[in-house]
């Protein structure tokens, strides 16, 4: 397993459990010090997980990738972002090619599961592989079946979810197919790489569209004097042909900020404009921005310029109940504050510290939830809906509340409230 972040680790634990004996490699030599000493890095994931398969012997994490030529299979987890001109970044996928072919020997079955744009596996991984002269399908086996995972969701787990598989050939197709049976419990099998790839992009560019929607919803209702929320929960009700989307501060995450780029950028090639997605990213992008002057606006009314104030905002994880911060909304909040000349601090449960991003490198601690640390600021954002948060006590407590998950809507008292 090359990549041990928040897809690759849970298939190292499936494929544990299945009985194969697995090496996780990663270029964070902390991680794999980690790892070796029984220690998860990721929350929803239990170190006890790590602790039982290092125990029975049948996991090892290295940082050494000459070890990639003992093995059988080789999955690829790495990340695959975008550059600040919102092009695709393949240097993850590229580096990673460069080293298995390094290490290739005959026999090996290659899946990549990176989200990338449809033809990457055939055409920029395939062509690094077969350049020292082995041919796949014949000498060996390459195949893409993108991730799909969902951290922290209690109700789908990776061996429950359905798994797509799409091979170079019909060879490769029925080994990558049988070495993820063993795992999960369903398999998908695709005609193509491309066509497995492509189904990554339709999932998060079809989450992306309708997110979108109520977001440019939520600002005409807000004008309208209408809630989007009690809207959106009347319309549930409809038991056919409607699925319920929600509003927030912006996106986060490493798939639907960023995966429906890569088709973009992709169908350029074909003289294709993608302007459906490319306006729903443009409508997404600029929700910190509206949040951002929502906050202004609710303290001027109060008498308050925002380049005076102290604000908290709650919750650094990009959705509720993780530690995952990639994307996530609450880093654009906190840039945009502080360059407006807000002195800014942050609450999450679950990030108690911040790391250097690509984006951003703020240095910043989580400050505890009293009652003196709320009464301090002037304004409280709610970014993220941790089910630990006390909403009650944190309204109760805070001059400004501006809510942009609707987390305080069981709240009684909510005068000091504005939603955003």
């Not at 239990?46 to 290092?54: F, G, N, T, V, W």
């Not at 989450?207 to 004097?225: C, P, Q, S, T």
């Not at 973009?264 to 409508?283: C, N, V």
Request: one cysteine or more.
């Amino acid at each position: 397993m090359i990549g041990l972040g928040y897809v690759g680790l849970p298939l190292v634990i499936e494929f544990g459990r299945a009985g194969f004996s697995v090496t996780g490699f990663d270029t964070d030599e902390k991680k794999v010090k980690a790892l070796n000493a029984g220690r998860s890095y990721i929350k929803h994931i239990p170190s006890k997980e790590i602790r039982e398969l290092r125990r029975k012997g049948v996991f090892t994490a290295s940082a050494d990738f000459s070890l990639l030529s003992g093995t059988d299979c080789i999955i690829i987890c790495v990340p695959t972002p975008l550059n600040r001109h919102r092009d695709p970044d393949l240097s993850y996928v590229h580096g990673t090619a460069e080293t298995v072919a390094a290490h290739l020997r005959r026999g090996q079955l290659i899946v990549l599961e990176s989200t990338t744009y449809p033809g990457t596996t055939d055409e920029e991984v395939r062509p690094v592989l077969e350049a020292g002269g082995m041919k796949v399908g014949r000498d060996f086996f390459l195949a893409y079946s993108p991730e799909r995972e969902d951290p922290n969701n209690s109700d789908f787990s990776t061996r429950s979810i359905p798994k797509v598989v799409g091979g170079c050939t019909s060879r490769c197709l029925a080994l990558a197919d049988a070495l993820y049976s063993t795992i999960v419990e369903k398999t998908v099998p695709v005609s193509s790489t491309r066509v497995a790839e492509a189904s990554k992009l339709l999932e998060n560019i079809y989450r992306a569209v309708n997110i979108a929607l109520v977001n440019e919803l939520k600002v005409l209702f807000d004008r309208m004097g209408i809630d989007v929320w009690e809207v959106i929960e009347a319309s549930k009700t409809k038991p056919f042909g409607f699925q319920a989307f929600y509003p927030g501060p912006g996106l986060g995450g490493h798939c639907i900020p960023i995966d429906p780029y890569y088709l973009t950028w992709k169908a350029k090639e074909y003289d294709f404009s993608t302007r459906f997605i490319e306006l729903s990213g443009e409508i997404n992008t600029s929700m910190p921005y509206y949040v951002v002057d929502k906050v202004a606006d609710a303290l001027n009314q109060r008498g308050r310029s925002i380049s005076s104030s102290r604000i908290l905002v709650l919750g650094l994880a990009y959705k509720k109940d993780v530690d995952d911060t990639r994307e996530s909304p609450s880093l654009k909040l906190i840039d945009l504050l502080m360059k407006r000349g807000a002195r800014v601090d942050y609450n999450d449960p679950h990030v108690p510290r911040t790391v250097k991003m690509r984006k951003y490198d703020f240095r910043m601690r989580s400050v505890p939830l009293t009652e003196e640390n709320l009464g301090r600021y002037d304004c409280v954002i709610i970014a993220t809906d941790h089910s630990d948060y006390d909403y009650d006590f944190i309204v109760r407590n805070s001059s400004l509340v501006v809510d942009t998950r609707n987390a305080t809507k069981g709240v009684k008292d909510r005068d000091n409230v504005v939603k955003a």
